[in-house]
């Protein structure tokens, strides 16, 4: 079992900067390949970024590549979403995952096991 908990959301202008952690605990974090996911109202959750167990990967949606880098710290147990240059589109709850199967990195919902409970990120425009 992995637990999940994301920090960092709050309002930010447009333009701003913004970065996101996501601590786990539990088993071995380092094993498994992480994503980033995101939720606005009355909209479905979509996939933001993932990073590969070893770290050595990292896959984007268009949407946010090459605004948003994901990366991970194995000693901390914490992975991070920095988020530059925000737009009021990327107000949303953003949430992190866990998959253990340490193959391809996920795009999709199911693909992920573990799931953190949210953190608001709010783009004032």
């Known amino acids: 079992q992995v637990q999940l908990v994301e920090s960092g959301g709050r309002l930010v202008q447009a333009g701003g900067s913004l970065r996101l952690a996501c601590k786990a605990s539990?088993?071995?974090?380092?094993?498994?390949?992480m994503g980033w996911f995101r939720q606005a109202p009355g909209k479905e959750r979509e996939f933001v970024g993932g990073?590969?167990?070893?770290?050595?990967?990292?896959y984007y949606a268009d949407s946010v590549k090459g605004r948003f880098t994901i990366s991970r710290d194995s000693a901390k147990n914490t992975v991070y979403l920095q988020m530059n240059s925000l737009k009021p589109e990327d107000t949303a709850v953003y949430y992190c995952?866990?998959?253990?199967?340490?193959?391809?990195?996920?795009?999709?919902?199911?693909?992920?096991?573990?799931w953190g409970q949210g953190t608001q990120v709010t783009v004032s425009s």
């Open positions: 539990g088993r071995t974090f380092s094993s498994y390949n």
């Open positions: 990073i590969s167990w070893s770290g050595g990967n990292t």
């Open positions: 995952a866990a998959d253990p199967s340490r193959l391809r990195i996920g795009v999709r919902i199911h693909e992920y096991n573990y």
